[in-house]
Structures are given as C-alpha cells and as structure tokens.
C-alpha cells in the first residue's frame, strides 16, 4: 500500500522558515518524481516545486524561486521542502504526490498517481 505523509507544517511569522517533509512507504522511491503542490481556500491547486526521480533536477514555480528548495534522500524515502523568507501569500494546505517516471518531473496535479493527506502552513504576524 502507497503511503504519503507530510510533516512540518505550522504557524511561522513572516520571514521565518519551515522544512516540510513527505515520508513514502509502499513505493520504491527510486522511480518516482515527487511533486509539491499547496492550496489556499478558495482557490486551485498549484504547483510548487518538485523533483526527478534522481534528485539532479528540480523545479521551483516563480513564486518561490529563490526561497525554496526541494531536496530528496532516496535511502531514507523521504523528500524535503526547505521553505525560507515566508510570506503571508504561502499560506495554503500544502500536498506531495508521487508520479512514476524517471524522466524529469511534471508540474500539473492531474499527472501524479499518490498523494498525501497534507499539512497547514500559516504565514501571520
């Protein structure tokens, strides 16, 4: 059974940091490309960053180039999302997915085929 369990989200001030994390299980970790999607209320899911299967390439939507940074360990199944200078606008649940291909990694929910259940990152002062 595939597993997807984020951690590490919570309340931070406004240019504090937070490191989510996606813990897998059922999956061999090696094949999948993980993405980061996030969802604020009342609005659509959006892409975040995500990761190969090897971890060589990554992606940051323009939003938060430069602030955040996806990372994976293969060995330990886990896949981070290093989140710095947060601002109220990254405020939204935020989701990882899994996509089976090794070849880069997909930008759009409707091509992942496991998800979490999500964490809350609120941004206020």
């Known amino acids: 059974q595939v597993q997807l369990v984020e951690s590490g989200g919570g309340l931070v001030q406004p240019g504090g940091s937070l490191r989510l994390s996606c813990a897998t299980s059922?999956?061999?970790?090696?094949?999948?490309?993980i993405g980061w999607f996030r969802q604020a209320p009342g609005k659509e899911r959006e892409g975040v960053s995500c990761?190969?299967?090897?971890?060589?390439?990554?992606y940051h939507a323009d939003s938060v180039k430069g602030r955040f940074t996806v990372s994976r360990v293969n060995a330990k199944n886990t896949v981070y999302l290093q989140m710095n200078s947060l601002k109220p606008e990254d405020t939204a649940v935020y989701y990882c997915a899994a996509d089976r291909t090794t070849w880069g990694c997909r930008r759009t929910p409707n091509e992942y085929d496991y998800w979490g259940q999500g964490t809350q990152v609120t941004v206020s002062s």
């Open positions: 990761i190969d299967s090897s971890g060589g390439n990554t």
């Open positions: 059922g999956v061999t970790l090696n094949y999948y490309a």
